[in-house]
């Protein structure tokens, strides 16, 4: 059966600082750091989620120096890790691309930092990842997902929490964290 863990880092709906909505712009490193930690756990695909056609533009034009151009053949272990990314406008278009390539719709699970306790534990997660039902983990950019976006999900993940009161992880530091708390080797 394998692992049917997807990843989706979504640039809209998530809001700013002042809790606006907004679109957030794609950074390059997000692109390359979680391809990379989706690579190592054995993700099945990483999904990109911007309505923004120039944001679209951008991480094609990085996609391709990395898969078929240069970048791709001077380090074919970044290519590997790159190619699990696919670009879509909608978190619903992901949904449906993926339902098609599963036969099942997908459960979907969000994260976030902003200190509520979710209804799901990385415990419980984790036993659910090598189920038949393929499962979706939701990241947001920017200050996080929409209040909105969050009641839609199947299951809202316990947040990290860390030492002190100091709690801005970046999403790429958070991702790492969260697959090596599912699909990492326990000591």
Do not use: C
Not at 70 to 91: D, M
Not at 110 to 124: C, D, E, H, W
Not at 160 to 178: E, W
Request: proline fraction near 4%; avoid cysteine.
């Amino acid at each position: 059966m394998g692992n049917r863990l997807y990843i989706a880092l979504v640039h809209h709906p998530v809001i700013d600082k002042n809790g606006q909505t907004i679109a957030s712009a794609v950074t390059n490193l997000d692109l390359h750091d979680i391809a990379r930690a989706s690579k190592t756990y054995g993700v099945k695909g990483y999904y990109i989620i911007t309505p923004l056609d120039d944001q679209q533009t951008l991480v094609r034009q990085i996609l391709d120096h990395w898969t078929t151009g240069v970048g791709g053949i001077y380090n074919p272990r970044r290519r590997e890790a790159l190619e699990l990314i696919r670009i879509k406008p909608t978190f619903g278009e992901m949904i449906d691309g993926i339902t098609d390539a599963e036969g099942r719709r997908p459960q979907t699970v969000v994260t976030t930092a902003r200190g509520r306790r979710g209804n799901l534990s990385y415990s419980r997660l984790r036993a659910m990842v090598g189920q038949s039902t393929p499962l979706v983990l939701t990241f947001g950019t920017a200050w996080g997902l929409t209040d909105e976006f969050m009641a839609s999900a199947d299951f809202i993940l316990d947040p990290l929490i860390g030492a002190g009161d100091y709690n801005h992880l970046s999403v790429r530091s958070a991702a790492a964290i969260v697959l090596d708390r599912l699909l990492g080797e326990s000591f």
